[in-house]
């Protein structure tokens, strides 16, 4: 159970004492050049203040922050790492309004921290999914509402069908990770792209009877399908329920938490549920863990954020 009366979330010592044992688990390295024994803590009561290094080999100083996601961010370092618990905590997610009232930090701010967090909860090079053995479930859905065209007498329609809404495809490993992209169609040539570079060619995948994973499908160990059109959605151990589960989680924190989500940052809010749901085995205190030991060697700038993920 998480104590939220833990110092590390009022003290900012205690928090970047915290954050030091994550990052640095060995003792401190200088984020510059990569060196572990040149590296010295300068006087707590010097001009500086506590927490600041020294490295002898490039003679710059740095602390905590620097080389993070957190780095150049006057946010104290406390409300950060409660921000981060809070985000990976909440199964659903926790909107930028309930963070900015909860940390006492503007809206725009709050809303930053949440896209920095994400970029922390981003793996940049994940191991393959699945295995001899192991199945992978992949499923598409889709996202917002689709676009408006003009009538003439009438006025601006919104459009029927899903072809202009956003498209997501998610792979799930049973027992295992999710991993969720963002895609512009859902062409074979677009699943298969997906497909082989995120899961091991020996596993066994499980889909519904959607065309476009037919072929690529042809190339793994087994590939099994559901046909959901004639209401068949389990037939032994074969379904797509894993990833149904984790669109159902997706869409209801997109749709009661966040409410509206840019095109543009589609694939960091799917960074954040994936991260969720792969270490869904922990328990809060240890999956913010996780999250702070994602931190180091990413930047995200406010600039950046509106590129797209």
């Known amino acids: ?34 060196v572990f024994d040149s590296v010295k803590a300068l006087p707590a009561k010097g001009s500086m203040g506590p927490g600041w290094y020294h490295c002898k080999d490039c003679r710059k100083k740095f602390t905590v922050r620097v080389g993070t996601v957190y780095e150049r961010s006057k946010v104290p370092l406390h ?78 329609v919104q459009m029927r069908g899903v072809a202009t809404k956003r498209k997501v495809i998610t792979l799930v490993e049973r027992g295992g990770r999710a991993r969720s992209f963002k895609v512009n169609d859902l062409t074979s040539k677009t699943i298969r792209k997906v497909l082989f570079e995120n899961i091991v060619t020996d596993s066994d995948l499980h889909t519904d009877q959607a065309q476009h994973y037919k072929r690529p499908g042809k190339e793994f160990n087994a590939h099994e399908t559901v046909n959901h059109s004639e209401n068949e959605y389990a037939r032994g151990d074969v379904t797509t329920n894993t990833v149904e589960g984790f669109f159902g989680i997706f869409k209801r924190g997109m749709r009661g938490v966040y409410h509206h989500c840019g095109e543009q940052h589609l694939q960091r809010y799917l960074n954040e549920f994936d991260f969720r749901y792969s270490n869904r085995h922990l328990n809060d205190d240890e999956r913010a863990k996780e999250a702070l030991k994602g931190i180091t060697g990413k930047r995200l700038t406010y600039r950046r954020t509106n590129e797209a993920a």
């Open 1 to 34: 159970m998480t104590n939220l009366s833990d110092p590390i979330y009022h003290d900012e010592e205690k928090a970047r004492e915290h954050l030091e044992n994550i990052r640095w688990p060995d003792g401190p390295y200088c984020p510059f050049c990569g």
């Open 79 to 156: 409300k950060w790492v409660l921000a981060t618990h809070l985000l990976s905590a909440s199964k659903k997610g926790m909107s930028a309004h309930q963070l900015h009232r909860m940390l006492g930090v503007t809206y725009k701010t709050a809303w930053f921290m949440c896209h920095r967090i994400r970029e922390a909860m981003f793996d940049a090079d994940p191991d393959p999914m699945g295995g001899k053995g192991k199945v992978v479930e992949a499923d598409e859905t889709f996202i917002g509402k689709p676009d408006s065209e003009f009538v003439n007498g009438v006025g601006w």
